[in-house]
């Protein structure tokens, strides 16, 4: 876990960082897994102007209000001293923004609240790349011209030695991906956690988070990008199988869920299909994750 202060700004630097720089005010962030979380109280004093105490009071009934993820990080105050204080994501961030009044007393609220709306979220995560903003937008756009994507696609598997199975496995497994996504997104009020659901199946499946999957395969940065070109046939057909599942739960249940109630229900269902998956590839003799063999033919 990384743990920093507001850096040089950067094509790369999240909009709330570049918000602190332009409005001069300190952002204490961790980044957990790849993902930014920021101080809220931080925040708050910042586009507000108020002091410390203000900003507690004023969380203490936004939470009330809304519906926004955070979760309990160290803190180091301007004293030098280190407390567990609250922090949220960028869409948490947004929300408070958008919810607090602007009055004489915060008068760079209103310039925040017009700047964050011209930037845009979706616009921010498009310059970042977050949650694969481009790669989404790519996808959209091979949409308008399906069989030229899916041609190309199967091409370049076909470069990869991979067989026809593995390629019309791995070409419904982006299908269910999709899905699977796009139920994350609507049935979550706030921005889901992507990485956390996606890492409660690995967990499960292969007893490792991405990180670690990405490390025992020795794949690059740019193979980790794409993970699942390079799963084995077996592997694929899990995920597509509990994330298919967990999308099915989490539609039926028919209300809001939070974040820790979907990471919770992918987890579920990735532990259903673990030991048949497992054995199969016991039976096979193969290693689940790269589909090598483990025995002599």
């Not at 332009?22 to 897994?33: A, G, P, S």
């Not at 689940?288 to 483990?294: A, Q």
Request: hydrophobic content about 40%; glycine content about 6%; charged content about 30%.
């Amino acid at each position: 876990m990384k743990d920093q202060n507001v850096t040089a700004k950067s094509d790369s630097t999240p909009l709330p960082l570049v918000v602190a720089e332009k409005w001069e005010f300190r952002l204490n962030f961790h980044v957990v897994e790849g993902e930014h979380f920021y101080a809220i109280e931080d925040w708050i004093v910042g586009i507000t102007g108020c002091d410390v105490r203000k900003a507690q009071l004023s969380w203490a009934k936004l939470q009330k209000q809304l519906l926004i993820s955070n979760q309990q990080l160290s803190h180091t105050a301007p004293n030098g001293r280190v407390y567990q204080k609250d922090h949220t994501d960028d869409h948490g961030l947004y929300l408070i923004a958008q919810n607090l009044r602007v009055t004489k007393n915060r008068p760079a609220l209103r310039a925040i609240k017009d700047y964050l709306a011209k930037a845009g979220v979706f616009a921010d995560h498009l310059r970042t790349n977050k949650d694969g903003a481009r790669d989404r937008l790519r996808e959209e756009l091979n949409a308008e011209n399906p069989d030229k994507a899916m041609e190309e696609a199967v091409a370049g598997y076909r470069k990869q030695q991979r067989d026809d199975r593995w390629i019309d496995m791995r070409l419904k497994g982006v299908g269910h991906r999709l899905i699977f996504s796009s139920t994350l997104a609507d049935t979550c009020k706030t921005r889901p956690d992507f990485a956390g659901a996606t890492n409660a199946g690995y967990k499960e499946l292969f007893d490792m988070v991405k990180a670690e999957i990405v490390k025992t395969l020795g794949l690059t940065k740019s193979q980790a990008r794409k993970l699942r070109d390079h799963l084995s046939e077996l592997a694929l057909q899990g995920i597509s199988l509990y994330e298919s599942a967990a999308s099915h739960k989490m539609r039926k249940l028919g209300r809001v869920l939070t974040r820790d109630e979907q990471v919770q229900i992918v987890r579920d269902c990735a532990v259903m299909i673990t030991p048949g998956i497992h054995q199969l590839a016991d039976y096979l003799g193969i290693d689940l994750l790269s589909g090598k063999n483990l025995i002599a033919e």
